[in-house]
C-alpha cells in the first residue's frame, strides 16, 4: 500500500520518481519469454518439416521393401535412407523438451540429430556421387522414381532435409541458450 506521508510523497529531493525507472524494469523479463516462444514456434514448424522428409524417405523404403509397386516405378533405396530412418528420435526427443523446458532432451536431441540425421546426409552424398557423376557426364540413369532420375529426385531431399536440420540445430542452440540464461538468473536470485 502506498502511503501519504513520508519522504517520497512530500517530495524530498532525490526520492521522487516519474515512473521513468519502470520501464526498463518491466522490459527485462519478457524478452526472455519472447524469445523462448518465437524458437519454440520455429522448431514446431521445423519439425514437422522434417516428419514430413522423414515421411517420403520411409515410404519409399516401405513400397520397395513390400513391393507394393514396381521397381520401375520406385527405386530400391539407397543404403544412406536406412540409418536415416532413425532420424525421428531427434524430432521426437526435441518436441517432448518443448513443454516444460528440458533442457536435458533437447541437448540429447541436438546430439542424436548430429549422428542420426546429418551423418547419414552427408553418407548419401558420397554414396551417391558417383552415380551423379554418371548421370551428369553420360546423360544414364539407372534408378528411377516416378519416372524421375533417383539420384537427382533423392539429392534434392538432400538439400533440403540438410537446410532444415541445421536450422533445426540453429534454433535448437538459441532456444538452449535462453533457456540456460533464465535458470542461471533464477539462481541468482
Do not use: C
Request: charged content about 15%; aromatic content about 12%; cysteine-free.
Amino acid at each position: 500500500m502506498t502511503s501519504r506521508a513520508g519522504a517520497r510523497a512530500a517530495g524530498a529531493p532525490g526520492t521522487r520518481s516519474d515512473g521513468n525507472d519502470f520501464k526498463p524494469k518491466e522490459r527485462v523479463g519478457p524478452s526472455h519469454y519472447q524469445m523462448s516462444a518465437s524458437f519454440r514456434s520455429e522448431i514446431r514448424r521445423l519439425t514437422l518439416v522434417q516428419l514430413l522428409i522423414w515421411l517420403l524417405v520411409a515410404t519409399q523404403v516401405a513400397v520397395t521393401h513390400l513391393d507394393l509397386v514396381s521397381h520401375d516405378l520406385v527405386a530400391m533405396p539407397y543404403q544412406w535412407e536406412y540409418p536415416y530412418l532413425l532420424s525421428i528420435v531427434p524430432s521426437l526427443l526435441g518436441a517432448l523438451a518443448l513443454p516444460r523446458n528440458n533442457i536435458s532432451y533437447l541437448v540429447i536431441s541436438m546430439i542424436s540429430a548430429g549422428l542420426f540425421s546429418v551423418a547419414p546426409l552427408i553418407f548419401g552424398a558420397m554414396e551417391m556421387f558417383p552415380v551423379a557423376q554418371q548421370l551428369y557426364r553420360h546423360g544414364k540413369a539407372y534408378r528411377f522414381i516416378f519416372g524421375f532420375s533417383a539420384v537427382s529426385v533423392m539429392y534434392l531431399v538432400m538439400v533440403v532435409a540438410v537446410q532444415v536440420h541445421a536450422w533445426h540445430l540453429y534454433y535448437s542452440k538459441k532456444l538452449l541458450d535462453a533457456w540456460f540464461d533464465s535458470t542461471q538468473e533464477k539462481k541468482k536470485k
